[in-house]
């Protein structure tokens, strides 16, 4: 068996998120094993990195999966293209070492979520971007950033227990403005459910006013949901990148 790595880009918009399910064929997983059996002639089954919720894109999501013999990676990939949706396309298709697993070798991730602040959403944008429009304190936000950066058990950050446990380890939290929009990045080597959007929100109340930049050691200390702030919406959120070793 010989085992290749896809590099995804997808808008998430019309999908239930990456993850195949039973009750619908509307997942990015789902599409990519239809799509692979079909041109292949047997059953496939796609690995990724990792799961992104229902509305959620990616730049470059990553998986894995095995084949009996070797292909010819690049007209394998510009098949696929041909034959998925135009919101899904395939950016890279390698041949990796057969230990390779798009999630169990994952090391660490960066995602990238988008914010527009004008007063009225951007037409061209607005899919992509969660308008939120309020005057910020982007300071006191990069302040509170500051203080997430770390290896801690983020369950007031998250919706759900991990059979892992909740500890993860954020290396930078980056926020930039330009004109009236806001781009948040995160890189850390793995992120709960709704982490993110749920840090994202959080942040977002510090720049309001509601919440101190030094509270977020005590919100970290509760481990309670509650303590957080709001769930951002899906269609700000971006899966920019995978590393790997």
Known sequence: MRTYKLTIAYDGTAYKGWQRQETTDKTIQGVLEQVLTRIVGFPIQIDGSGRTDGGVHAGGQTASFKLPGKIEEEALRERLNQELPVDIRILKLQLVPNAFH??????????????????????????????????????????????????????????????????????????????????????????????????????????KGTFAPEEMKAILAAKERGRAGFLAPARGLFLQEVYYK
């Open 102 to 207: 798009a999630r169990y070798s994952a090391k660490s991730k960066r995602y990238e979520y988008r914010l527009d602040l004008r007063e009225k959403p951007d037409v061209f944008t607005r899919r992509y971007t969660y308008h939120f429009p309020y005057e910020l304190d982007v300071e006191a936000m990069r302040k509170a950033a500051g203080n997430l950066i770390g290896t801690y058990d983020f369950t007031s950050f998250c919706d759900k227990k991990e059979e892992d446990g909740n500890t993860r380890s954020i290396y930078e939290i980056t926020i930039r403005q330009e004109k009236d929009k806001l781009f948040i990045s995160y890189y850390g080597n793995g992120f709960l459910y709704h982490m993110v959007r749920i840090l994202t929100g959080t942040l977002l109340m510090v720049g």
